[in-house]
């Protein structure tokens, strides 16, 4: 199947501070890209949608002046947590879309933990 | 709107259980209905899928049936191994309406027990 890459996998941050979030479509061109974050022992919540070249779409409540997306090619989203706060601490996760299929491939999630 | 509704969890078995995961969906239209698995501190994966009535998805021993006269796509399993142990995700997602989107269920974990 196809292969989503997100990286880092776990970072630690200070508060105030900014920290960005790799997501890669390895072999194959996704035209688009979702955000979750996922709280311990909850399901995925969608924060937006981010679309090759254009601006992001957030779901209602996501402050998008803190949470920053840029989609600036097919193969590469990323995610940046602006001053971030420790209730910002949380399990974040990205999915890509294959035009013409109906199935999005994970990656493997960033844990970040703000001090 | 959209939305998902899976049984919760925890659910705790012995090995070589039979495992059912119940999950019912509201959505217009045919939506395309999804089981995926999370393991400890990973990503989702892609269990299985079924893009219409009375499809079939099955992967690894699961299966799960597309009921549109139930709103139902519950996920079974004959015999666990306690590599099964994860949480379990039920999504939908109507593809090109709904801005693409994959609605979730709560999730349901399960643990299997040697």
């Known amino acids: 199947g196809a292969v989503v890459s997100q990286h880092p996998s776990w970072v630690i941050c200070k508060s105030g501070t900014s920290v960005k979030i790799e997501c890669r479509s390895l072999d194959f061109q996704a035209t688009t890209m979702f955000w979750y974050r996922q709280f311990p022992k909850q399901s995925l919540m969608l924060m937006a949608t981010?679309?090759?070249?254009?601006?992001?779409?957030?779901e209602q409540g996501v402050e998008k002046d803190k949470f920053l997306i840029n989609h600036a090619s097919l193969t590469l989203s990323t995610l940046t947590v602006t001053s971030a706060h420790p209730e910002d601490s949380s399990f974040y996760i990205c999915s890509a879309r294959l035009q013409g299929l109906t199935e999005a491939f994970f990656g493997q999630g960033t844990r970040l933990t703000v001090v | 709107g959209d939305s998902v509704t899976q049984m919760e969890g925890p659910v705790t078995l012995s090995e070589e259980a039979f495992l059912t995961i119940n999950c019912t969906y509201t959505a217009t239209g045919y939506p395309s209905l999804f089981w995926y698995v999370q393991y400890p501190g990973e990503g989702l994966q892609l269990l299985l899928k079924?893009?219409?009535?009375?499809d079939k998805g099955s992967n690894k021993g699961f299966e799960a049936t597309y009921r549109k006269e139930t709103t139902s796509f519950h996920l079974e399993k004959g015999s666990v191994q306690v590599s099964d142990s994860a949480v379990y995700f039920c999504?939908?997602?109507?593809?090109?309406?709904?801005?693409?989107?994959?609605?979730f269920g709560g999730g349901t974990r399960v643990l299997v027990k040697p």
């Open positions: 079924a893009t219409k009535a009375d």
């Open positions: 981010s679309n090759e070249g254009s601006k992001a779409t957030y």
């Open positions: 999504a939908l997602n109507r593809f090109k309406a709904a801005g693409n989107k994959l609605t």
